[in-house]
């Protein structure tokens, strides 16, 4: 396989205070992988995901999506004296994007506790995700004279609506759908950003075993028909064996282990970070 | 929402829209002819007049407050720019020194735009010197807004960062700000201190303020239900979901921020022209308490509601209730019964809507020609099952206070 | 000593108004810190303890008057609260704010429908009117007396929160309110305190505020309200010594601005302070930081 990067972050540290919640985390997605990046609880597994995101700025280190910078920042002011992560001196740059600039650079996320748009319907959902491509300006949107774009849009939507089988709800209010819906509308949406990268917080929280197994089969089919990366935090070990290319596993905010899904299951420090040590 | 992509039923509600929205023209435009002003029915008109105007600047705050999630309580404020705006651009040269009588010379502006035009295109008794004055309204009522805009567009640069509350103190005290500077004597030559603006152009017709109002309206539900609408409605919703989602909430709430502020503008501008004389002093955060109670009434988030609660707010507080004020209300006398006993009872109802229908009456729903046909479909169906739901309710009761009983029994 | 004395008395103006707004500035703290509400109806609540002072005394003698408003005022905090804002302790915070908002409009209503819309004068209370020289100045006992007294009653407050269970009750749930309730905490108790506390402390304001300035109108409280609520900010929300500090700092600036001749803009320049503060630093200046959880 042609390993062309996709995501590398490196060494990014992320302290709130004193408190250490990333420590030097370095990974890397390469086109077309789906990886695996799991941990016990509080870990810092979603700080992980909202420092590549840009929710918060790292304190130390570097996220790059295809080659360019989306996140460089080294310990300043205050945290200076604080710091307590390594490879203070490394990065020089500060460099913050917002949100909403890294998912136009193209990389869409889930949340683990779903965070759709309560007021707004199943279609407008998927709309929102939309908007940040579209041409017209406000007048031009205001008094209709993109109707051909809107008209695209909404087809757009529905395309991906019925993928996930939610076009019989379009017209729902997105809180009225069941659990499960729910989370594939957040997929859905993310989609909706057209992403080269897919971060989805726990996809699969709170499904059976069937459901988790259809998710699987579903986040597959979404690589190849996307043409895109997947990064994902879960916990279902089922989901994350059956399907990841490579697995990061995180303990304390640290990587203890880095590897395919065979080699994680059988790393002694992964075991001993999720089930304790036999004294 | 009211959008369908059904054709046939939308087609249909679009001509049902067109025919009531003339219907509704021609019915100001005759009783404006038929009411005289001394007649006790000008109440109605009054009413008609002032509850389009705040039913305006209800919408534009609505589509702050309800649709963009921006607690923002600069109404007033932005109010009384476009109400100077275009008040002072709208005096006739020979009324400037009665009116700037304080200031040398009758101040500093010596024109006035509807009046000029008036001139140009064939004097006070054309017909076109009275399209050339309209059309000198129309022009300094964009004008009006655009200045609001610019100013709110200022404003928002360090306001917007603000999250909720802050945000709402923030936009208050930038209203009180505003409202003193237009009060300073400094400025006076301009905008006459504070000394009441009067003697300028105004209209003649109920019917356009309805116009200018609706077309405006028209406007903002056209814009809430965009694309860019959607991205308001995603920031109230979740911001941070909307950010993740690729909107730039910075640059869409100044949007949303700077547009409602144009039409609040705009709505000055009218507020000025209905009561033909303006001041900075009632326009204060007393003013904006008065439309956010408007737009709560109406339902945060419903602009249908925000056009019927302003309707129902000022024909309440000009009109049904004055009986309150003057010892005889719906046939009952009493002493107390005094000047502002009207506002009281007023200030009740509002306080238990806001506790105990805090949806407003139309909650997040707007008007739909569907829901009305629906409305009228379901009724007798509705009537027939009231009677077991009154039962239903009062064995409810029963059950609780049985419930109640065994448990206290136990 | 020209310059002295031609500040010495707006100087001496600026801290006696500043305590007066101290202490509306205070309940505003304390609510927002432990109900995260601007409690918009506070200021109102400051002009209706006046207008009950003005009723009281043509009825009472003075010293009854005074504590009756304050009882009385203490009790009308705490049915506002019970009324408008308990029941929507599970809605939205907006919701609850405009509640706020509604209590304001309320009591503005019903003071003009008392008044009549006219200018009531406020009853004189001879020993505060009295007047005093200082360093050649000439003003009235009020003007003295009131960052004394604001001093005194911020630390008995202060003990009061760090020393007794209340006022560790009180920090707990400013904190934390769901985790103090899992504690087991009376919350309503608590808010119920902070009322009173906040009610007791702008009533002996409005005495000490309007008998400075004798004329009160039912607007009379939005314009205090508005400014203690800018102190409560400036000194970070939810700090009490911030509060007062952020009061003092306000009546005397404006004071200052009024002394050079701009008296329109001294309303105007507690505002730019909001703003500013709010850019540089919107934790105000004792305040801490909150970091959203995603």
Request: glycine content about 10%.
């Amino acid at each position: 396989m042609n390993k062309e990067n996709v995501l590398r972050v490196s060494d990014i540290t992320m302290q709130f205070g004193g408190v250490v919640a990333v420590n030097n985390l370095s990974l890397e997605v390469n086109k077309g992988e789906i990886i695996g990046l799991i941990g016990p609880n509080g870990a810092g597994k979603t700080t992980a995901f909202n420092v590549i995101t840009g929710v918060y700025a790292p304190t130390n280190g570097m996220v790059e999506l295809n080659g360019s910078v989306i996140a460089e920042n080294h310990p300043q002011g205050k945290m200076k004296a604080q710091y307590k992560g390594e490879n203070a001196g490394k990065y020089t740059g500060k460099t913050v994007l917002t949100p909403d600039k890294i998912t136009k650079k193209g990389i869409a996320r889930t949340f683990q506790n779903i965070r759709l748009f309560k007021g707004m319907t199943v279609l407008e959902n998927v709309l929102v995700a939309m908007h940040m491509n579209m041409k017209a300006g406000v007048f031009g949107s205001a008094l209709r004279f993109n109707a051909a774009e809107e008209a695209k849009m909404r087809e757009e939507a529905m395309d991906l609506l019925r993928m996930f089988g939610l076009e019989g709800n379009k017209d729902d209010l997105a809180t009225s759908l069941p659990y499960g819906k729910q989370r594939h509308l957040e997929i859905a949406r993310a989609l909706a950003t057209k992403p080269q990268l897919l971060l989805l917080d726990e996809p699969a929280a709170g499904m059976n075993p069937q459901e988790s197994d259809e998710l699987m089969h579903l986040v597959g089919k979404i690589r190849e028909q996307f043409d895109l990366s997947v990064l994902m935090i879960e916990h279902h070990m089922q989901v994350i064996m059956g399907i990841c290319d490579r697995i990061y596993v995180l303990d304390y905010g640290a990587l203890i282990a880095e590897g395919n899904p065979e080699e994680i299951q059988n790393n002694p420090r992964v075991i001993e970070a999720y089930l304790g040590v036999d004294d | 929402m009211t959008e369908r992509i059904n054709g046939s039923s939308n087609k249909r509600n679009m001509v049902l829209s067109f025919i009531a929205l003339a219907a509704l023209l021609v019915l100001v435009y005759v009783l404006d002819i038929v009411i005289k002003p001394t007649s006790s029915w000008n109440n109605l008109m009054t009413c008609l007049e002032k509850g389009t105007i705040y039913a305006l600047v209800a919408v534009s705050m609505n589509l702050l407050n309800g649709f963009t999630g921006l607690f923002s309580l600069g109404q007033a404020g932005f109010m009384l720019i476009g109400a100077y705006a275009y008040a002072v651009f709208a005096i006739a040269p020979e009324d400037r020194t009665t009116v700037y009588q304080y200031y040398e010379g009758g101040g500093l502006i010596h024109f006035s735009l509807p009046h000029m035009l008036q001139d140009m295109m064939g004097g006070a008794d054309a017909f076109g010197g009275a399209i050339g004055y309209y059309l000198g309204i129309i022009l300094l009522m964009i004008f009006a807004g655009l200045l609001t805009a610019g100013i709110a567009f200022l404003i928002g640069i360090p306001v917007l960062r603000l999250k909720s509350d802050y945000l709402a103190i923030a936009t208050l005290g930038f209203a009180e700000i505003i409202r003193s500077f237009f009060q300073w004597e400094g400025l006076g030559p301009v905008t006459n201190g504070s000394n009441v603006l009067r003697k300028f152009a105004s209209y003649d017709s109920s019917i356009f303020p309805v116009l200018v109002a609706g077309v405006c309206i028209a406007f903002i539900v056209m814009l809430i239900n965009s694309s860019y609408g959607r991205a308001f409605k995603s920031i109230r919703d979740d911001e941070i979901a909307a950010e993740a989602m690729g909107v730039n909430l910075f640059k869409h709430k100044e949007l949303s921020f700077v547009i409602s502020s144009f039409f609040a503008g705009v709505g000055g501008a009218l507020l000025a022209m209905f009561q033909n004389n303006i001041n900075a002093s009632p326009f204060t955060s007393n003013m904006t308490y008065e439309i956010l109670l408007i737009v709560v009434i109406g339902g945060i988030g419903s602009v249908t509601g925000s056009i019927i609660g302003s309707y129902l707010f000022i024909a309440c507080s000009e009109w049904w209730l004055r009986g309150l004020d003057k010892g005889e209300f719906l046939g009952i006398e009493a002493d107390f019964m005094t000047p502002g006993f009207r506002k009281v009872v007023f200030a009740v109802v509002i306080m238990g809507i806001v506790l105990f229908y805090s949806r407003g009456i139309m909650g997040t729903k707007e008007f739909s020609w569907d829901g009305l046909f629906n409305f009228f479909r379901t009724l007798p169906a509705r009537i027939a099952g009231i009677p077991g739901k009154i039962k239903a309710k009062f064995s409810a009761k029963k059950h609780k206070k049985n419930t109640k009983k065994v448990k206290e029994a136990q | 000593m020209e310059l002295v004395v031609k500040w010495l008395p707006y100087i001496l103006a600026g801290i006696s108004v500043g305590g007066q707004f101290a202490l509306i500035a205070i309940g505003y703290t304390m609510v927002y810190g432990i109900l995260r509400l601007i409690n918009f109806a506070h200021g109102d609540m400051f002009m209706i303890a006046g207008l009950i002072m003005v009723y009281m005394a043509t009825a009472l003698p003075l010293w009854m008057s005074v504590i009756l408003v304050l009882i009385i005022t203490v009790v009308l905090g705490c049915t506002i609260e019970r009324v408008a804002y308990r029941p929507l302790r599970q809605a939205p915070r907006m919701s609850i704010m405009i509640s706020a908002i509604g209590v304001s409009y309320f009591l503005q209503n019903m003071a003009l429908y008392v008044t009549g819309g006219l200018t009531r004068t406020y009853p004189t209370i001879e020993w505060l009117q009295k007047n005093i020289t200082i360093m050649g100045a000439s003003t009235k006992m009020v003007t003295l007396i009131t960052p004394v007294l604001t001093i005194v009653l911020v630390i008995a407050l202060v003990l009061l929160i760090k020393r007794t269970k209340i006022g560790m009750a009180m920090r707990a749930v400013s904190r934390d309110f769901e985790t103090s309730a899992l504690m087991g905490i009376d919350i309503n108790k608590v808010i119920t305190v902070t009322f009173i506390i906040g009610s007791f402390l702008a009533a002996v304001g409005s005495i000490l505020y309007f008998s400075n300035y004798t004329g009160i109108m039912p607007t009379s409280g939005s314009m205090p309200g508005l400014k203690a609520f800018v102190a409560a900010v400036f000194g970070g929300i939810g700090s009490i010594p911030g509060a007062v500090v952020g009061a003092f700092v306000i009546g005397i600036c404006e004071n200052i601005i009024k002394g050079l001749g701009l008296t329109t803009f001294s309303d105007a320049f507690t505002f730019v302070l909001l703003i500013v503060i709010l850019m540089v630093k919107p934790t105000g200046l004792f305040g801490e930081k909150n970091i959203d959880k995603v």
